[in-house]
């Protein structure tokens, strides 16, 4: 993110972690959030929309995979999608966080009943288990018992053939760790020490070395909460926990600066790290401090894009080319945001940098506030891919990930707008909201339409006079030094910041003084970090984007079927998003404001087609609904020509196997092969030349939709040289065909298509079961990609 300024001001947040300094002193801290309450605006509005959404949720229905783990009666019928087809639980534990964060933030006694009332049948369930497990897991109690005797096989989104037990119950130890350190519920506390014992007692007789394979499977931030509940009872039990549950295939590049992510599944990567950073807190670890402010160094300024969101399909794609991320509709997902955010949070109060708030401004606005739709529901992928669209969760019928991180995103606003030490306060963001720092006797509101206006105004209230310092981040987006700041009314000189761009105004303060912010925002053309030639808007902290039409929204309102959080309506061809023609230096200057109080700009002059001459661009938090863009293809007049036909070209090609396409799998990525039930015996996923793939010396499996009974070929891609493998397709049990590959191919990936037997054909079936199984001794390819196509 070049507009960030992140190199300068990174480095003296970045020297202070590498050298210890930064223990050598007392970090910042939050204030709780049950000190902050937010002022009308689009957060309390989003905050509000949320709590409406989970306490339109049943909690009985919730409970459901706990009680019957239990061997407990429930109450309720199960909730469907991902509670009941294999990652039962999870949200159950993502709406202990939530309602605790809501509960703190708002006060809002009905949320806290719900928050009691789960933590109450919770603890039944613990009861009933008997050491200590709790746990909604399907068959949980036998698999558990299976990986404490030794008996591991771990896969990246499977343990023992679960999905993701590990990172399954990470949400609920996050959960009861929420409830008990931000909602104050002794209870949960108790079963929380309860469940980490039961997980002690899991890995005692397991070699570091088993407990490394088992954490070769997806689980979440267990790192980080076993450190949590060390720092919070003083046991180091915990502490040795979470540092056997650091994965140190991904710590080790990281502690050596090196920058391995590619094609890794991000969202299993980042919550890794903050473990690791929390655990440097914890022990006062300058080494591993380093690699999460390396980790995140990396992710942010070579791998995201301009809402501060990154991965394509989930994974991790080459820092050096952006095109998957343009040409997906997977884009960015929104627990990666989430998860970065909290690992902003944890280096900007150890170091406090405004570089680290300047990206936790821009995720904030633009990736997590866009990310619920103003009537409710939750998206899953953010596509960047122009013209394409967003897809929201119902309440009865989606429970991804992205609920789940989702029902906490906007209940936890308030917790970064304002830290401190001992003595001073740091004003982080300019978003309305009040503070009571109770134990200083001080009272501070700041009042804002910030964006919707360049300026704060903070006004203290004090119960005596008392001399400290306010700081004042100095954002990046304000630039030529053009930040005024008054108090009192009267001009403060504002001297250069220090090394981490904070303004520190140390006075003697009493009730009434009067702080006020001027805070320009300008527009800034911000290319991809790949240097491609795509270019997004960004207007001070605000992304914007061009809202262009309503049509084919297909599952706009995603049902509870598992594909349902994917955007599956037609692609729009790339050749006909608008095109942004002129001299890059000036390519912001085209930018003409239309309405500068809601926030809103035209380019007349700026796109080649004629028909986007009244184009309006407005803040891209503010964009529902509709079809989409942010990222405009970009080139000089002298080029124009030459580029419209290339990408017409490409296009083309990429349109019309679209339009064929029944169904695909991009295999050996966690959530496609999930949601195409996937299923296997020695079987390993990896990637070759950043593409995905899977194979087996046993078999796999996946069950692709064939709607309307349309397939009537298997379309499946190799890598042309692989030689020595030899195996059998099937289709519903057919055998279709038997291949041999003796690396007699070109140098290239290369599809090969298989013509669907009469036989299937005439069964018209609506689903259709591949299966590859290799040869007594042999291996099947490498398969990257399976297609059904018409």
Not at 91 to 103: K, Q, T
Not at 122 to 128: R, S
Request: charged share 20%; hydrophobic share 40%; net charge neutral.
């Amino acid at each position: 993110m070049s507009s960030f300024m992140i190199r300068k001001r990174l480095a003296y947040a970045f020297l202070l972690l590498l050298t210890g300094t930064t223990y050598a002193r007392q970090p910042l801290q939050t204030f709780p959030l049950s000190d902050v309450r937010l002022l009308e605006g689009p957060f309390k509005a989003a905050q509000q929309t949320d709590m409406n959404y989970m306490l339109s949720l049943e909690p009985d229905r919730l409970l459901v995979p706990f009680l019957r783990e239990a061997g407990l009666p429930v109450k309720a019928a199960s909730y469907g999608n991902w509670e009941n087809t294999g990652l039962d639980g999870h949200i159950g534990g993502h709406y202990l966080s939530a309602l605790s964060l809501m509960y703190a933030s708002t006060g809002e006694e009905r949320v806290k009943q719900r928050l009691d009332y789960m933590i109450d049948q919770l603890a039944l369930c613990q009861q009933a288990n008997g050491d200590g497990y709790i746990g909604g897991i399907p068959g949980g109690k036998a698999m558990w018992k299976d990986v404490a005797a030794g008996k591991i096989d771990a896969g990246a989104f499977s343990l023992n053939n679960k999905w993701v037990p590990l990172y399954n119950i990470h949400k609920l130890y996050a959960g009861l760790y929420d409830a008990w350190m931000v909602a104050g519920n002794q209870k949960a506390r108790l079963l929380l020490v309860n469940l980490c014992n039961w997980c002690v007692q899991l890995v005692s007789g397991l070699s570091d070395a088993q407990v490394q394979q088992m954490l070769r499977s997806e689980h979440g931030g267990l790192n980080e909460t076993f450190a949590d509940v060390a720092a919070a009872t003083g046991n180091q039990q915990y502490l040795e926990l979470a540092r056997r549950f650091s994965d140190r295939r991904i710590l080790d590049p990281l502690v050596q600066q090196k920058d391995a992510l590619t094609g890794l599944h991000a969202n299993t990567q980042i919550p890794k790290v903050i473990g690791y950073k929390r655990i440097a807190e914890v022990a006062h670890d300058t080494t591993w401090a380093s690699a999460a402010a390396f980790f995140w160094n990396t992710v942010v300024q070579h791998r995201s894009v301009s809402i501060g969101g990154n991965s394509v399909r989930e994974h991790f794609h080459p820092s050096n080319d952006f095109s998957s991320m343009l040409e997906s509709r997977e884009g960015p997902e929104t627990c990666n945001s989430y998860n970065m955010l909290k690992l902003t949070k944890h280096l900007f109060l150890t170091a406090p940098s405004a570089a680290y708030m300047d990206y936790y401004e821009r995720t904030l606005y633009n990736h997590i506030l866009s990310s619920q739709r103003p009537t409710g529901g939750f998206v899953y992928f953010t596509p960047m891919r122009p013209q394409h669209y967003r897809v929201y969760s119902q309440p009865q019928d989606g429970f991804w990930c992205c609920v789940g991180s989702g029902l906490e995103n906007h209940g936890k606003y308030g917790e970064l707008i304002y830290a401190h030490n001992t003595t001073d306060v740091y004003i982080n963001l300019f978003i309305p909201s009040v503070l009571t720092w109770k134990e200083k006797g001080l009272k501070l509101s700041q009042q804002t339409r910030f964006p919707y206006e360049e300026k704060s105004s903070i006004q203290l209230e004090l119960k005596k006079p008392a001399r400290f310092a306010i700081r004042l981040r100095q954002p990046s987006w304000i630039t030529n030094h053009q930040l005024k700041v008054l108090v009192n009314g009267k001009p403060f000189p504002v001297a250069a910041p220090d090394a981490s761009s904070y303004i520190t105004i140390s006075r003697l303060w009493k009730s009434g003084d009067v702080i006020t912010l001027q805070l320009p925002m300008h527009t800034e053309a911000e290319f991809l970090p790949d240097s491609s030639q795509w270019v997004s808007f960004v207007h001070g902290p605000v992304v914007l984007a061009a809202a262009t039409d309503t049509t084919r929204l297909d599952g706009l309102l995603a049902d509870g079927s598992r594909m349902g959080h994917i955007a599956a309506g037609p692609l729009i061809p790339l050749e006909e998003a608008p095109l942004a023609v002129g001299n890059q230096a000036q390519l912001a200057a085209a930018i003409k404001t239309d309405q500068l109080n809601n926030l809103t700009f035209k380019a007349p002059g700026l796109f080649d087609q004629s028909k986007y001459s009244q184009l309006t661009l407005q803040p891209f938090f503010t964009v529902h609904n509709s079809r989409y863009v942010i990222y405009f293809p970009y080139t000089k007049p002298e080029n124009l020509g030459q580029l419209k036909q290339a990408m017409a070209d490409k296009e083309k090609a990429r349109m019309a196997l679209e339009a064929i396409t029944v169904d695909l799998v991009h295999c050996g990525e966690q959530q496609p092969e999930s949601d195409h039930q996937f299923k296997g015996e020695r079987t390993e996923s990896g990637s070759f030349r950043e593409e995905h793939f899977r194979n087996a010396k046993g078999w796999f499996s996946y069950v692709l939709r064939n709607e309307g009974a349309l397939a009537k070929k298997l379309r499946v891609k190799y890598y042309g040289r692989e030689r020595n493998r030899q195996f059998d397709i099937y289709v519903n049990d057919i055998l279709l065909s038997t291949v041999k590959l003796e690396g007699e191919g070109r140098d290239a990936f290369t599809d090969a298509d298989y013509a669907l037997p009469e036989s299937l054909l005439a069964h018209a079936a609506t689903s259709i079961t591949v299966k590859f199984v290799a040869k007594e001794g042999a291996a099947t390819a490498n398969i990257f990609e399976v297609r059904l196509l018409k």
